[in-house]
Every structure is written in C-alpha cells, then in structure tokens.
C-alpha cells in the first residue's frame, strides 16, 4: 500500500501545528504550576471533600503535572484512596492539550464532567475501601519522593523545565503519537471502510476506549480523540476513554505501590464502562 505524498503531507503538518499549540500550552501551565506550587500543597489540608475537589481540580487542569503532585502527596498520606482516585478520573494527560488544540469547547465541556464525575467517585471509592478494609499505600516507598528544588533562575527554567521536561519527555512524543493517530486515521479512512466500520459498532468502539484507558501511557488514547475530532465517534466514547485512562499521572504511583495502582485503575475502567454506557444509552 502506497501512502500518497500529499496525504503524507496533510497529515505531517497537522502534527506539527497540533504539536506546536500543545508545546505553548504546556509551558504555561507549567510556569503557573512553578508559581503555585505551594498555593497547590495547602489544598490538600483538610476533610475529604476538599482532598476530592483539589485532586479533581488538580486532574483537571491539562497534563500530567496536577497528576504528578496528586501522587506526591498520597505517597506522603495526606489524600486518602478515593481522592487519589478522583484525581486520576479528572486527569486526561496530555492528550488534553491535543482535545483543546482540535475541539477547544468540546473539551473544556468534558474537563468540567470529569471534575463534576471525580467528586461522587472519589466518594464512592472511599467507601468501598472501607466496606473491605483497604488501607491506602500501605507498600509505598517514601525515600523514593524527591521535593522539587528551589530554583528560580531563568537559566535553570529553560534547561530543566522547558528543554529536559516539555521538549524531550512531553512534546516529542506528542508528536510521535499525534503522527500515528493522525496517520491510522485518514489511511483507515482513505483505503478502508473506517467511517463504516465505527459508526455502525460505537459499543464495541466504547469498550475499547475504556480497555486502551488500561495503558499508564500518554499516547494510545489519541486514536480516540482522533476519531472524535473526525466525527466519527459519539462524545460518550470520548467520555469513556477520558474516565479510564490518566496519561502517565499513575506512572510515579506504580513504583512505590503496584497494588494501590492496579486497584485504582480498576476502579476508574469499571466506572468508565458505566458512566460512558450511560451516556452512550442516553444518546450522547
């Protein structure tokens, strides 16, 4: 099979600007991270109801940092395992700096449902582990955790901010991903019946969402919001995949508790199936 050049092209070049607004995005809400830090930390003080709405406000905020600080601080054990869990619900990874540069309301729509979703779930989380007396982070592994240093100069922001932490491990592999989606999109559309084979099966479409949302990864969960942006999934496909997966945020967590993660992942995909069914059967 011949990929024609101007495919190749069309395809090419909307990575590059895809890439090149989440590159802008991410380095400012990095720098607003960088300021607030500690603004950040001081949410999390306080019952259960305020852990659920920091870590959802956290998760909800686009990329992979709220996540990150989430973990930080339930290793530390000031979240419990349903505010934890919340926050990974709202968390969309950096596949919502791609949601914001295709489909800007669409996706500020689905980061308010998910910061709205993550609360009641939290909730629900929580509950459950005390019915089978689940004790949260039980095996983590505190001397692992590494406090952020205190460096301010624009010199050290540049190197380790933007060049080591955006650039090389973020925007690269954005564009990589972005790439193939963008590429199995339009040839599936281009050689093959696509369109056809996922608008007569959103079901089977929709519980694959919610089985790719298994992969720690930012990355395999871009097919899903390719085909949204395409029109060729329903929103309540989107909702689903945005529920069960969390980008990376739970990779730092799988190194200090394999099995707090696994439940929380297990959690979130069984929620996925159920909140995306619901809203697939309501038409959405």
């Not at 990929?3 to 991410?26: C, G, N, R």
């Not at 607030?36 to 306080?46: A, C």
Request: hydrophobic residues 55%; contains cysteine; glycine residues 8%.
């Amino acid at each position: 099979m011949q990929i024609p050049m101007a495919l190749f092209l069309h395809v090419f070049i909307h990575t590059l600007q895809i890439s090149l607004s989440v590159m802008i995005m991410m380095v400012l809400i990095d720098f607003i991270d960088v300021k607030s830090r500690g603004r950040f930390k001081d949410l999390m003080r306080g019952g259960p109801l305020r852990q659920y709405l920091a870590t959802a406000f956290l998760g909800a905020t686009p990329g992979c940092l709220g996540a990150f600080m989430s973990v930080s601080m339930y290793v530390h054990g000031f979240l419990s395992f349903g505010a934890i869990t919340a926050g990974m619900i709202a968390t969309s990874g950096d596949e919502a700096f791609v949601m914001l540069a295709r489909f800007p309301r669409e996706a500020l729509l689905l980061f308010a449902l998910l910061f709205a979703l993550a609360i009641p779930l939290g909730w629900t989380a929580d509950f459950l582990a005390r019915i089978f007396n689940f004790q949260p982070c039980r095996n983590c592994r505190l001397h692992q955790i590494h406090e952020p240093q205190k460096e301010h100069s624009w010199s050290h922001y540049l190197r380790v901010h933007i060049w080591q932490h955006i650039i090389r491990r973020h925007v690269w592999r954005i564009f990589w991903w972005t790439l193939l989606a963008l590429s199995a999109v339009e040839i599936g559309l281009h050689y093959w019946s696509l369109e056809n084979l996922v608008t007569t099966n959103p079901g089977w479409v929709l519980i694959l969402a919610a089985l790719i949302g298994i992969i720690p990864q930012s990355g395999p969960h871009l097919i899903i919001v390719m085909l949204f942006a395409d029109g060729l999934t329903p929103f309540s496909v989107l909702l689903t995949s945005a529920i069960a997966q969390d980008g990376h945020g739970l990779l730092p967590l799988l190194s200090y508790s394999f099995r707090d993660s696994v439940l929380i992942k297990l959690f979130n995909v069984i929620a996925a199936l159920l909140v995306g069914g619901l809203a697939y059967a309501l038409g959405f």
